[in-house]
């Protein structure tokens, strides 16, 4: 299993999934679910409205997937972060972590790349939110399957270099 650090865009990662940082609507205004929805086109949109439809919202720690649209990746995973304060955030997160991975296995998925869920608008404190991320694809790595590579892919400094500095403190081999 390969695990590295990204600072970039996610948008541009080429890998066979990308996780969106969305909310429960799949409404993609800003932040990394608008990002993605303008780069990939109109089908995330409308494969996320579809799925709304059929299936309902998708609440806190559940995942629900679309294609990618114009992006290089196969597959987004729309992971439901918690907001920082409606309670059980930790468990939340880790929900929501461990379902987009789970899904990019059944996917077939060798390769995902996975932003800092619930940090941005949602509120969650980028610290504690990157050690659960990191902590929930470890425990996820330790059992063999499709997925090969994570990403942890972010577009702002200050938030890569938590995790930068997270992963390499775990010394990881």
């Given at each position: 299993?390969?695990?590295?650090?990204?600072?970039?865009?996610?948008?541009?990662?080429?890998?066979?999934?990308?996780?969106?940082?969305?909310?429960?609507?799949?409404?993609?205004?800003?932040?990394?679910?608008?990002?993605?929805a303008r780069?990939?086109?109109?089908?995330?949109?409308?494969?996320?409205?579809?799925?709304?439809?059929?299936?309902?919202?998708?609440?806190a720690g559940?995942?629900?997937?679309?294609?990618?649209?114009?992006?290089?990746?196969?597959?987004?995973?729309?992971?439901?972060?918690?907001?920082?304060?409606?309670?059980?955030?930790?468990?939340?997160?880790?929900?929501?972590?461990?379902?987009?991975?789970?899904?990019?296995?059944?996917?077939?998925?060798?390769?995902?790349?996975?932003?800092?869920?619930?940090?941005?608008?949602?509120?969650?404190?980028?610290?504690?939110?990157?050690?659960?991320?990191?902590?929930?694809?470890?425990?996820?790595?330790?059992?063999?399957?499709?997925?090969?590579?994570?990403?942890?892919?972010?577009?702002?400094?200050?938030?890569?270099?938590?995790?930068?500095?997270?992963?390499?403190?775990?010394?990881?081999?």
């Amino acid at each position: 299993m390969k695990i590295s650090v990204i600072y970039g865009d996610i948008t541009e990662e080429e890998v066979d999934a990308i996780v969106n940082a969305a909310n429960s609507h799949l409404s993609h205004g800003g932040g990394v679910a608008g990002a993605i929805a303008r780069r990939g086109g109109e089908q995330i949109r409308a494969e996320s409205r579809r799925w709304i439809e059929e299936h309902g919202i998708v609440p806190a720690g559940s995942v629900a997937v679309t294609g990618a649209g114009n992006l290089s990746a196969k597959y987004v995973i729309h992971a439901v972060g918690p907001r920082w304060g409606e309670g059980d955030e930790e468990t939340k997160l880790k929900n929501a972590v461990r379902n987009a991975l789970e899904k990019a296995g059944e996917l077939k998925c060798k390769s995902i790349s996975i932003p800092a869920l619930s940090t941005g608008i949602f509120g969650f404190p980028k610290k504690p939110a990157a050690k659960i991320i990191v902590d929930e694809a470890i425990k996820f790595a330790k059992n063999p399957g499709t997925v090969r590579e994570i990403r942890f892919c972010n577009i702002d400094a200050e938030t890569s270099e938590i995790f930068k500095n997270y992963v390499a403190g775990l010394n990881l081999k």
